[in-house]
C-alpha cells in the first residue's frame, strides 16, 4: 500500500519537476514546481512527518512560490518564452546532469553519514520532538542558520533602501 | 498492509464508512452554505443601507440565491481570446478545493453519543497533530486562484488582481500565523482539539489574547480579501479585478471559494479565541449549537465589517501589514512567551 | 494621548460600527412600490391628461385647438365638430381629441392655453405599456374618471395592489390607507 502510494507521489514529483524545466511558459512552470513541493509533501505524510508536510505546503506552496509567481507576472511573459537561458544546447546540460547525479550517488552510497543521523535522532515526527531535537542537539546549526537568515534579510533590506535614495 | 485489510473487522469499517459519510456531510453542508448566505450578506447590507434587500423571490427574497444560481447555472461561459485556457480553467478549481479540503483538520465539537446505538462519534474529520499548521498551510493555497485566475485571463485589470492578491497574501499571511502561534502557545498544542479543550471554563483565549485576536481579525479580513482589505477585486479601480473575465459556473466557483473562506475565518477565530465549543458565561452545554451561533456571530461580524468600512488603499494596505500588523504580532509573541515563563 | 487612545482602542471604528448597526434595527426606508405602496403624487404632478366636465357633466372643451396650436411638440390633435344635444358646454365638441403619448413631454402647456380648463394634467403616471396602440389617449380615455380624484391632496405613499391584468400590469391604489414616506 504505502509502496504503491511512494511510487506514485515520486513519479509524480519527477515528472512535474520535469515539467519545471522543460516548459515554455514560466507561469507554467511556476505551476510544475509547485505540484512537485505537493507531491514532496505527500511523500513527508507516508514519512510519518505531517508537521515537515505542513511546513513544506506553508512556506514553500504558500510563500516561496507565490512570491515567484509575483514576479513572473511582472515579467514579459513572451519575451521570456523565447529566450534559451542555457547557451549551446542540449549537449552540455546532459553532461551536467550526469557528472551531477554521479555525485549525488557517490555521495550517498559512499558515506554512512545519512544512516548513522537517522539511527541517532529517530524522530517520530511530532511537533514536540522536532521541537527539542531542534534546539537540543541541533542548537548550535539551528542559530547558524538563523543568523544567516537575519544577514540574508537585512542585506535584502540594505539593498532595497539604495535604490531610493 | 494488504492482509491487514482482509483482517479488517467490522468496527474498521464502521469507522471507514463514518469518516466518508462526515466527509460527504461537511462538503454538502459548505456547498450549501453559500445560498443562505448570499442572502444573509444582501439582507445585511440593504437594511444596513435603510433599504430592504431581495424581497421579489419567495418570501422576502429567500429564494433568491437559487434564482441566482440558475442564472449562474445557464449563462454563456466565456473564456477569453487568448487566454491561457488551461490554466483559466484550473483557476477557480484551485481556488476551490482548498477552501474546503480545510474542513478535514476542522473540529466542530467533541464527541456526541447517538441515542439508541449507544455509540460515540466524534464531531471531526480528524484531529491532526499539526492541525492549525495543515490548515493556515491549505487556506494559503487557494490564493493560487486568484493569481492564475487574474494571470490567465489575458486582461490588465485582471491581471493587476492577480497581482495584488499575491502580494497582499504574502504581507498577511505572517502575521495570521505569528497571531496563531501565540494561541499555540497558550495550548502547547498544535491540534485545533486541544486548542478549544486548554480553554474549558471561560479561559477563552481572547481573555488572554486580545491583540493577539485583532491582529488575527485583521490580517485575517485580508486574507479572505473582504472589504476593507479586497484589493484584488476592488470594484473602484479594478472592475471586478481577478475574477472580471470569468462568468457562468467558472465565476460562481470563486464567490463559492469566497464565503466557505468566510466561515472558515469564521471557525477559526471562535475555535482560536472563543472557546470553540464551550458554552458562554455558565450556559448550559449543547453540542454543536453553541459552536454553530459564535460562527454564526462572526460571519455576520464580517458582513457588517464590509458595509460599514471603506476600503484602504493599496499602500495603506501593505503600511498596515508590514509596519504594524507584523512588529504588533511578534511583541504579542514575545509578551505571551515572557507571561508563559 | 487622547488620539493613541483612539487607535489603541478603535474608537472610531466602533462607532461606526454602532452606527451601521443601529441603521440595521432602523426601519427602511424603501418604498414597495409595483407590490404593496405607490407614490401618490402632488396635485401639481404633471401626469396623463384629463379632460374634465363641468358641475353638469357636460364637457367642458369647447374644441378651440388652442392647446393643439400651443402644443411644442405638436402631440394633440383636436377636430371639432357641431352638437344641440348639450354634450359641451356649448354647440362646439371635439369630435375628436387625441394626444399622442409618445411624444408629449408633459410640459403642462396645454393645459396653460385652454380657455375652459378643460384639460389638466393629471396624476397618473403609470403609462408604459406593452403595444403602440396605449401610446394614444383618444378622447374617451381622457374623458374617463380617474382613479385618484383631482380634489385629493398628494405627497405622499399610500398602499396599493399589484395586478396583472389583460390590458397590462396596474397598480391599483388604495386611497384610504395613507402612509407617511419617511
Ligand atoms: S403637455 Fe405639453 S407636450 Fe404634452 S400635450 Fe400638453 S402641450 Fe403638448
Ligand atoms: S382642451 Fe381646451 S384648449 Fe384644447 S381644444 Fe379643448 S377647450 Fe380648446
Given at each position: 500500500m504505502e509502496k504503491i502510494f511512494f511510487l506514485i507521489f515520486a513519479i509524480m514529483a519527477i515528472a512535474s519537476a520535469i515539467g519545471v524545466v522543460s516548459l515554455r511558459n514560466p507561469v507554467h512552470s511556476a505551476i510544475s514546481l509547485m505540484a512537485c513541493f505537493f507531491q514532496v509533501a505527500a511523500i513527508f505524510v507516508l514519512l510519518r512527518s505531517p508537521f515537515l508536510a505542513a511546513v513544506q505546503v506553508f512556506l514553500y506552496v504558500g510563500a516561496v512560490m507565490v512570491l515567484f509567481l509575483f514576479v513572473i507576472m511582472m515579467l514579459d511573459i513572451r519575451k521570456a518564452t523565447i529566450s534559451r537561458f542555457v547557451p549551446g544546447g542540449l549537449f552540455w546540460i546532459v553532461v551536467i546532469l550526469i557528472a551531477l547525479v554521479y555525485e549525488i550517488l557517490a555521495v550517498i552510497s559512499k558515506s554512512n553519514l545519512l544512516a548513522r543521523r537517522v539511527a541517532a535522532v529517530r524522530?517520530?515526527?511530532?511537533v514536540a520532538e522536532i521541537g527539542k531535537t531542534l534546539f537540543t542537539e541541533y542548537l548550535l546549526p539551528f542559530e547558524v542558520v538563523s543568523v544567516i537568515l537575519l544577514v540574508a534579510l537585512i542585506g535584502a533590506i540594505v539593498m532595497g533602501k539604495k535604490e531610493i535614495k | 498492509m494488504s492482509h491487514e485489510l482482509i483482517t479488517m473487522d467490522i468496527n474498521t469499517l464502521i469507522e471507514v464508512a463514518l469518516i466518508i459519510v462526515k466527509v460527504i456531510f461537511v462538503s454538502l453542508t459548505l456547498f450549501a452554505l453559500p445560498i443562505p448566505l448570499t442572502w444573509m450578506e444582501r439582507k445585511v447590507a440593504g437594511h444596513i443601507q435603510l433599504r430592504l434587500g431581495p424581497f421579489r423571490v419567495g418570501p422576502h427574497g429567500i429564494l433568491q440565491p437559487v434564482a441566482d444560481m440558475i442564472k449562474l447555472m445557464f449563462k454563456e461561459d466565456i473564456v477569453p481570446d487568448k487566454a491561457d485556457r488551461r490554466l483559466f480553467w484550473l483557476a477557480p478549481l484551485l481556488a476551490m478545493v482548498p477552501a474546503f479540503a480545510v474542513y478535514a483538520a476542522i473540529p466542530f465539537g467533541d464527541t456526541v453519543k447517538i441515542p439508541f446505538v449507544d455509540k460515540e462519534i466524534t464531531l471531526y474529520i480528524s484531529d491532526m497533530n499539526v492541525g492549525i499548521l495543515y490548515i493556515l498551510a491549505i487556506s494559503g493555497m487557494s490564493v493560487y486562484g486568484l493569481i492564475l485566475g487574474g494571470w490567465a485571463s489575458n486582461s490588465k485589470y485582471a491581471a493587476m488582481g492577480g497581482i495584488r492578491s499575491s502580494a497582499q497574501m504574502i504581507s498577511y499571511e505572517i502575521a495570521l500565523s505569528f497571531a496563531c502561534v501565540a494561541v499555540v502557545m497558550i495550548a502547547n498544542s498544535l491540534s485545533l482539539l486541544d486548542i478549544v479543550n486548554a480553554q474549558k471554563e471561560l479561559h477563552w483565549n481572547i481573555i488572554y489574547q486580545p491583540l493577539g485576536f485583532i491582529i488575527f481579525l485583521i490580517a485575517a479580513l485580508a486574507e479572505i480579501n473582504r472589504i476593507p482589505f479586497d484589493l484584488p477585486e476592488d470594484e473602484g479601480t479594478l472592475a471586478a479585478g481577478y475574477h472580471v473575465e470569468y462568468s457562468a459556473m467558472k465565476f460562481s466557483f470563486f464567490m463559492l471559494a469566497e464565503y466557505v473562506a468566510m466561515v472558515t475565518v469564521s471557525v477559526l477565530a471562535v475555535i482560536l479565541f472563543f472557546g470553540g465549543w464551550n458554552a458562554p458565561l455558565f450556559l448550559p452545554e449543547i453540542p454543536i449549537f453553541w459552536f454553530v451561533a459564535k460562527v454564526a456571530f462572526f460571519i455576520y461580524f464580517f458582513m457588517w465589517i464590509r458595509f460599514t468600512l471603506p476600503r484602504y488603499r493599496y499602500d495603506q494596505l501593505m503600511t498596515i501589514g508590514w509596519k504594524i500588523l507584523l512588529p504588533l504580532s511578534l511583541l504579542n509573541i514575545l509578551v505571551t512567551g515572557l507571561f508563559l515563563l | 494621548m487622547a488620539n493613541i487612545f483612539k487607535k489603541v482602542f478603535f474608537v472610531d471604528f466602533l462607532k461606526g460600527l454602532s452606527l451601521t448597526l443601529r441603521y440595521e434595527v432602523s426601519k427602511s426606508i424603501t418604498m414597495r412600490y409595483p407590490d404593496e405602496e405607490k407614490w401618490l403624487p402632488y396635485q401639481r404632478f404633471r401626469g396623463l391628461h384629463t379632460l374634465n366636465r363641468d358641475s353638469q357633466g357636460r364637457e367642458l372643451c369647447v374644441a378651440c385647438e388652442l392647446c393643439a396650436k400651443t402644443c411644442p411638440t405638436k402631440c394633440i390633435t383636436v377636430v371639432p365638430m357641431e352638437d344641440d344635444k348639450g354634450i359641451g358646454i356649448s354647440d362646439r365638441i371635439a369630435k375628436v381629441y387625441e394626444i399622442n403619448l409618445v411624444r408629449c413631454m408633459f410640459c403642462g402647456l396645454c393645459e396653460d392655453a385652454c380657455p375652459t380648463t378643460a384639460i389638466r394634467m393629471g396624476r397618473d403616471y403609470e403609462l408604459a405599456c406593452f403595444s403602440l396602440d396605449c401610446a394614444k389617449a383618444e378622447k374617451k380615455r381622457l374623458l374617463a374618471p380617474k382613479?385618484?380624484?383631482?380634489e385629493l391632496d398628494g405627497g405622499y405613499v399610500i398602499k396599493a395592489r399589484f395586478e396583472r391584468t389583460k390590458e397590462g400590469l396596474k397598480v391599483r391604489p388604495d386611497l384610504s390607507k395613507k402612509k407617511r414616506w419617511w
Open positions: 524522530l517520530d515526527g511530532t | - | 382613479e385618484i380624484p383631482q
